[in-house]
């Protein structure tokens, strides 16, 4: 894999002049671009050997870019907040927004690599970072963003040489460690691992480069020129590609969807309402003050459901129980002008818990394939693959110890109107009903479904769905207390 | 000043029903009209005794109000990344943006009065950090926040009382630690400083309120109606008042100003820039990687300029000197619409350097009291009471090791035409020249006159501006490098 960048490939300093001017002008007036059409961000990973040019090139690329418009990010150990959330946190965070250009060192590439290089994880344990690393990117891809990435590669004896240069100016000796040392030591073994991630990581989507380091001319002239190539081409294509593969959704032939086996008349008198309230308030209080809650998970609880259902209700029993230094409630309305220039789920991932605290989304991510799928805001392509998107979502809570619970709240259209009309005749409640829950409604049907295939694609194991009669307000309530206890409870056993 | 809320204030039931009753639905609505307007945000802090029914009112209030559009913040020992940045920085994060209600527990009272306390602080370090309360206080009510501040008082024997109380179940007895125990131990010491504190906080834009906890009925009603009074008065207020203290600016009786002064004629030959280059390049490289730079310190370089007189350029070769991993470039543009709904040095406040960085701002806080003076985007009261906030917040950089650097960069009103017209000639240049810029030209001498009071009013000890002859880019570059050396070097010594 690496023997082309073997080949100790020179470009001589005049022909590097010349071609270095034209290039310069052409990168500016494309990042220019980029910045003012702002439909696409451009995300460049930078990986590679030890002293394979690396930051030099990165260096070189903000000397003939404009800085100001290049967002450029390395990773230290994780801080302690970081280290509270999910792996993949601190590198959402580190997304550009449309517009600019990205700069990521290492990025989600270290953990498999530093790790196996490092004995700590095995082979399969690797293969599940990067697969990890490849949906990732995928979604990056899907959502718009142009993503590069580039291998920095040098052959052993070079690379001891420049290593032993290093090491004999005082100015430079700092930056050879260990760690270096090494890598270099065995460096049979650490390409053989780079090899191994750059073939299980390479893909349409988000492809890499691999380029020999060796010569800062070569080197810095093959980025820039393969960049400007990539980005030049994606402005100029008629419309922003990567479709996602197109899924057909399994339509049941009979008609029913999980909807319609609710049994709705189920109800609870007040008595038992409040015996059982005060019985599974106590409970959740108890279990999310728990020392083991505390020390390893946080809870998310996601909150759909039909206009009307009772989400707020339902909501206000659960925090109830609880101290509200202990909670968040995330009410989900229209992305702010930030949260539009990432990623949909970007704006999820930045309101994630920290350990041992509950977010209470009212309503969520699965507007992706509720609302945006219905009223036609999103491209049908678009919301087909959020369910796979999602489900990766919430096996990255899971397996960080974040337990996800997930309520749909379903009503009759009988009752949802009998609701409506008590909103709009109570003063103070008429400023929840507006003429949009009147157009939804008439859109049951289509809620209907989307609620049917939201079930059917992201019901898991990990974050399972609870459909919740709400006909019964009470029963509604219980039900959902009961559900967040067993499922904690469950986690801590 | 405890005497009010020791009298054993009592509601029985009865008519607490009644009134919570009334008091519930008529909060809800103000919660609602705020929501809707979005015009100010609502900053409620609460401290106080331990076990003086503090969280059970917050908890009270989450529960009359939508739970849904309130941010509650309580503090613990500081993260590793909130140590990074002044002390103020976490406070600053969790204000609610304008239209919510934020809780904050303790905030930025909790360092006084526990350092205080456990005497690590002595009277006049405690009065220190006072004092940064007020400010910070005055700013948000400024900025247009809604600011209470309630203080929950108990006796000492009921204080007693409740302790043993809580120590004898074993469901709350976690509650009782040593720090409580030796609160009560030394109760009068810890209400003497608590009445210090409050004393020395108090003010008309941001009252303290004293609240006797004793009994729930009484405690929950007395804060409720006193939120539901305060905010209501805000809400029917003709228009939002606070407005500040008129400052007279002193425009010089000769009419000289700063930048008369300076010597545009200065240049630099090609051969001296290019060494000098180097030199000083070297130099900002070395310092910003020295071990007592990375441990203690951070900078923050400004870059204010007429339009033209070489920013970017300038940027340009100051980040040349550095690894892309180490600085941060920050252009403002129009504020997004998060930061619009925040405090106006919020948007700057999130964008510091961790220890060990540079950032650079392309334009800054000061278009404060530039592009919005001169173009009357804001009030004149409020550009006039941005000089204070601003030396406010820079000396707290200072403080925390921050080194601050400002340039105002200085073209003569010839050299921009020029500049102007080279820009627009040039293809790949004429998208930096904009209708804007003309406009802005005209206003040449509106513009000299602001930059002539900022730096009268900004220039301190701690935040230096220097003025740049930038007729000449090459002077311009070279003395803004040598300038950022040599603050740096200075403050390390």
Redesign the interface.
């Known amino acids: 894999m690496f023997e082309a960048a073997e080949l100790g490939h020179e470009v001589d300093d005049e022909s590097y002049e010349r071609r270095e001017a034209e290039l310069r002008?052409k990168l500016?007036?494309a990042q220019?671009e980029l910045l003012?059409r702002k439909e696409f961000e451009l995300v460049v990973v930078v990986d590679g050997l030890d002293f394979a040019g690396r930051?030099e090139t990165?260096?070189k690329?903000?000397?003939w870019l404009?800085?100001?418009?290049?967002?450029?990010?390395?990773f230290d150990e994780p801080?302690?907040?970081e280290r509270e959330k999910p792996r993949m946190w601190r590198y959402w965070n580190a997304l550009p927004p449309k517009g600019k250009l990205g700069?990521i060192?290492g990025g989600w590439y270290s953990d498999p690599l530093d790790g196996r290089f490092a004995r700590e994880l095995d082979e399969d344990a690797m293969d599940a970072l990067l697969a990890d690393a490849v949906k990732f990117e995928r979604m990056l891809a899907h959502e718009g963003a142009l993503v590069l990435k580039f291998w920095f590669h040098m052959p052993e004896h070079r690379q001891r040489k420049r290593l032993k240069k290093l090491e004999k100016d005082p100015l430079t000796r700092w930056r050879v460690s260990d760690v270096e040392r090494d890598h270099l030591k065995h460096y049979g073994r650490y390409t053989r691992t780079a090899e191994h991630l750059i073939r299980e990581t390479d893909s349409a989507e988000a492809p890499w480069s691999i380029v020999e380091g060796s010569d800062d001319n070569f080197r810095n002239l093959t980025v820039g020129e393969q960049l400007l190539t990539a980005l030049r081409a994606r402005l100029d294509a008629k419309k922003t590609p990567p479709t996602a593969e197109t899924v057909e959704l399994n339509t049941p032939i009979d008609g029913v969807e999980v909807l319609d086996k609710l049994d709705l008349t189920r109800t609870l008198d007040k008595k038992d309402y409040e015996r059982d309230l005060l019985i599974w308030q106590g409970r959740l209080h108890e279990v999310l003050r728990s020392h083991h809650f505390k020390k390893r998970h946080a809870l998310v609880a996601v909150f759909e459901g039909n206009d009307a259902a009772g989400k707020?209700g339902a909501?206000?029993r659960v925090?109830?129980a609880?101290?509200?230094?202990q909670y968040?409630?995330?009410?989900i309305a229209a992305p702010?002008?930030?949260e539009r220039a990432h990623p949909y789920l970007w704006r999820f991932w930045r309101r994630l818990p920290r350990r041992g605290e509950l977010t209470v989304f009212?309503r969520s991510w699965y507007g992706r394939v509720l609302v945006e799928r219905v009223e036609e805001f999103t491209a049908r392509q678009d919301w087909l693959r959020a369910y796979g998107e999602i489900n990766d979502f919430e096996e990255q809570l899971s397996s960080h110890g974040v337990i996800t619970v997930k309520f749909w709240l379903a009503v009759s259209q009988d009752e949802q109107l009998a609701r409506f009309k008590e909103r709009e005749s109570t003063p103070?409640k008429n400023?929840k009903i507006t003429d949009e829950d009147w157009r939804n409604r008439e859109k049951w049907g289509a809620y209907a479904a989307a609620v049917n295939d939201m079930v059917e694609r992201t019901s898991s194991d990990v974050a399972p769905w609870t459909l919740v009669e709400a006909e019964d307000k009470r029963y509604a309530r219980v039900k959902v207390l009961r559900t967040l206890v067993e499922a904690v409870e469950r986690r801590l056993e």
């Open positions: 002008e500016l007036a220019v003012q930051s990165v260096n690329l903000h000397e404009d800085p100001r418009q290049i967002e450029t990010r390395a801080t302690d907040v700069i060192f707020g909501i206000r925090t109830q609880l101290d509200a230094r968040e409630i995330v009410p702010t002008d930030e009212d103070w400023f």
